[in-house]
């Protein structure tokens, strides 16, 4: 029906509390992940999410991406990033869809 897509999941060190921070964000707060709108409703909420094809999160330095660092751990990248010269983009870039 729908996927929720993980950004940068091989850094991903704690997908339980991500998904369950992300649950309490739409189920409490009426919260889009990604567009960061407010609904009335959480079903109003998840509605939009699926219609606007928002079922992903963001994750945007100085829009999101803090909030959800504490999920993540980047050291390999970065290690990897120095010794290699510090190639492409860095942060990894990869993702993963959730069903």
């Known amino acids: 029906k729908y996927g929720f897509f993980v950004p940068d999941a091989e850094y991903l060190t704690d997908l339980e509390g991500l998904l369950g ?3 309490e964000k739409i189920k409490l707060g ?3 992940l990604y567009c960061q709108r407010v609904f009335k409703t959480w ?3 998840q509605k939009h999410m699926i219609d606007a094809r ?3 999160i963001r994750y945007e330095a100085n829009v999101d ?3 959800f660092d504490v999920f993540y751990d980047f050291t390999e990248a970065n290690d990897e990033f120095l010794v290699g010269g510090g190639g492409g983009s860095g942060g990894g870039g990869g993702g993963g869809e959730l069903e």
């Open 65 to 67: 991406q803090e909030e």
């Open 30 to 32: 009426h919260y889009c």
């Open 54 to 56: 928002h079922a992903k």
């Open 43 to 45: 079903s109003g909420c």
């Open 21 to 23: 921070y992300c649950h």
